[in-house]
């Protein structure tokens, strides 16, 4: 399948962030790894595929469960990087929209915070229907809605306050497309799935002050650090000045700890 523009911006990314995103994000989303394999039912025997994998966070905890796990990310760098923070456990670089596996080869399909990485989500959700077995589960986790991701929406605020939010990126999905449970129970349904199901995962963002989101966002994210890059230098002092100052009565001691909450989608093929 080739490759389009916004897979190209995204991938091209990650591999310049992938070392970032574990420094600033592994205590954030392995906070939903637990509700997610539960949520698939992942014990002992289970072929299991997690996909969009990153350093590899859901499958080590898959394999620790004794599931028979393997990983895909397109991203060089992150299949580099999840190999060696999880030796032992299968990666391999590929496509979530063109999987490399035979139909029906796994009986659990997992993705922690990938969907709204993937320029056809559609196309990722009939590639994980298809490598599913009978009676397999899909689930995935996205961000929850940009006025409950507090790290997320005071980042935007200040974009929209102080700098320029037009600016020149490859067009992709909608960032919070399916933070609406009604349209991941739609997507599911359509793709053939049956019986989705939803919830929300609460998670708490601790990042070291006097860092805020905006460093998080900047150093370990490919979309909004595309954004916040494309500002002047006039706009960005602004943007991190009035990030900082709405991230103040969230410091605790030390750290910033921002709810950043995750919904969980889940469904079974019939």
């Known amino acids: 399948m080739k490759e389009d523009a916004f897979s190209a911006f995204e991938r091209q990314g990650w591999e310049q962030l992938a070392r970032s995103y574990h420094w600033y994000y592994a205590d954030l989303t392995t906070q939903a790894t637990d509700a997610l394999l539960a949520a698939l039912d992942v014990r002992k025997g289970i072929r299991f595929l997690d996909v969009a994998s990153g350093p590899g966070y859901l499958a080590a905890a898959a394999a620790v469960r004794g599931a028979n796990v393997v990983g895909i990310d397109f991203a060089p760098a992150m299949v580099e990087l999840a190999a060696r923070l999880n030796p032992g456990v299968t990666f391999k670089v590929g496509s979530a929209e063109d999987l490399p596996f035979a139909d029906r080869s796994f009986d659990a399909v997992g993705s ?3 969907m709204h990485h993937f320029a056809r989500p559609e196309t990722a959700l009939a590639e994980a229907f298809r490598v599913l077995r009978p009676g397999g589960r899909i689930a995935f986790t996205v961000w929850a809605s940009r006025d409950q991701a507090v790290g997320l929406d005071m980042v935007l605020k200040a974009i929209e306050a102080h700098g ?8 992709g999905p909608p960032f919070f497309r399916f933070s609406d449970w009604g349209e991941c129970s739609r997507v599911l349904l359509e793709a ?12 708490t963002w601790s990042i070291r002050a006097p860092e805020t989101p905006l460093h998080a966002l900047m150093r370990g994210c490919v979309r909004v650090a595309a954004i916040l ?6 706009a960005l002092a602004l943007i991190e000045k009035a990030v900082s100052e709405s991230a103040a009565p969230y410091r605790v001691d030390d750290e910033v700890r921002v709810p950043m909450p995750a919904v969980l989608a889940s469904a079974r093929k019939r």
Do not use: H, I, S
Request: proline letters at 14%.
């Open 112 to 114: 922690n915070f990938g």
């Open 229 to 234: 890059n494309a500002q002047t230098p006039e």
């Open 164 to 171: 320029e939010t037009d600016v020149a990126l490859p067009e």
């Open 192 to 203: 053939g799935f049956a019986e989705p199901r939803g919830q929300e995962v609460p998670q």
